[in-house]
């Protein structure tokens, strides 16, 4: 069955798309311990990013390595609520999709550490 929604277009389309997106938002904050860390992250680093003296590549590699870390963390708590609202039980199959999830977020945080590194020490 198709969503009645997809027949929107234009404007409509794009402003529920967003109010959709804010939705998302505010659920994941809302629901998810590791996202709220994320954000507070954000909330110091991407302000020391635009502070710090570097060009303005290294800001926007530094300032986009962070909003990764919350775009990655947004779709593993999609992932993760999909998977529980599959089934509770234990199952390999979930546990691998979780820790698959899991493993990205983890990728994304190295990526940070990573590209502030090189940037600050070059």
């Not at 069955?1 to 505010?26: C, D, H, Q, V």
């Amino acid at each position: 069955m198709e969503s009645p929604y997809k027949g929107k277009t234009g404007l409509i389309r794009l402003w529920n798309a967003f109010g959709y997106s804010l939705a998302g938002f505010r659920a994941a904050y809302k629901h998810e311990d590791a996202f709220r860390q994320e954000v507070l992250l954000a909330i110091i680093l991407i302000p020391l990013a635009l502070w710090l003296p570097v060009g303005f590549i290294g800001k926007a590699l530094m300032i986009g390595s962070v909003l990764l870390v919350i775009m990655i963390e947004l779709i593993n708590s999609a992932i993760e609520a999909t998977v529980d609202r599959i089934s509770l039980e234990n199952h390999d199959l979930a546990k691998r999709a979780k820790d698959i999830g899991s493993s990205a977020v983890l990728v994304s945080l190295v990526n940070v550490v990573v590209v502030w590194g090189l940037v600050l020490l070059s």
